[in-house]
């Protein structure tokens, strides 16, 4: 079956900006991009989604090249609060007609002052 | 709205015996899903309802685990007998209907705060 990687974990300090890459070869055409959050004990929680190019909201930007084989994060200005899990999540064709979601295995990202 | 609702928050139990995890959704969502987070295999989709109906569970690890959806407010996932290696954070999640007619990443997820399983 299809997955998609991410990298394991990540550094960084406050007030840099961090960026997040995702790839999902197969992912199907029809499908979003979808970014979630996780704090422990808690279940993740949505921060982005786009569909191609690039896609900005309060907290974050998505970047999605023309072929949409990968994603990437940017979290601008990371602080101490955006230590978490982070998610990619896709749909990739499945054989039984809906297409499948798959949630990457998630980048633990420390934040350090 | 609560958000989605959980019960248990944290189960232990022995090996071989009977557990229940239960969960109510958002009211008006229309899909259910069941996943399982370790610290090994990351969030596994185990199955998904739509409308109350099972649509895929390809994710379900074995015949221990089963799980209904009596009604659009209920959900329960079963494992008959349990093991140790079924210990895990269990999470459900439901939303909107997806694009396509299917599960969609594009609908956001909402998850509730999980079971905490511990089998001895």
């Known amino acids: 079956l299809a997955k998609t990687t991410q990298p394991i974990s990540m550094d960084s300090y406050e007030g840099q900006e961090v960026n997040i890459t995702c790839s999902h070869n197969?992912?199907?055409?029809?499908?979003?991009i979808t970014w979630y959050q996780q704090f422990p004990s808690q279940g993740p929680r949505f921060i982005i989604q786009?569909?191609?190019t690039k896609v900005t909201n309060e907290v974050a930007s998505l970047f999605i090249p023309a072929d949409r084989k990968s994603s990437t994060l940017s979290l601008p200005r990371v602080s101490l609060s955006d230590t978490a899990v982070y998610y990619c999540?896709?749909?990739?064709?499945?054989?039984?007609?809906?297409?499948?979601?798959?949630f990457g295995a998630g980048t633990r990202l420390a934040v350090h002052p | 709205d609560a958000g989605v609702i959980q019960s248990p928050r944290h189960e232990v139990t022995e090996m071989g015996q009977e557990v229940t995890l239960r969960c109510k959704p958002i009211s008006g969502h229309d899909y259910l899903f069941w996943y399982r987070q370790t610290m090994m295999r990351g969030l596994e989709l185990l199955i998904y309802f739509n409308n109350n109906v099972p649509i895929d569970d390809s994710g379900m690890p074995e015949d221990r685990f089963s799980a209904k959806m009596p009604n659009a407010s209920f959900s329960t996932l079963k494992i008959q007998p349990s093991e140790p290696r079924d210990s895990a954070v269990y999470f459900c999640?439901?939303?909107?209907?997806?694009?396509?007619?299917?599960?969609?990443?594009?609908?956001?997820?909402?998850f509730g705060p999980g079971t905490r399983l511990t089998v001895l």
């Open positions: 999540l896709v749909g990739v064709g499945f054989s039984g007609g809906y297409n499948k979601l798959i």
């Open positions: 999640a439901s939303s909107l209907l997806g694009i396509a007619g299917g599960p969609s990443s594009y609908n956001e997820q909402f």
């Open positions: 197969n992912i199907a055409t029809n499908d979003y």
């Open positions: 786009g569909y191609k």
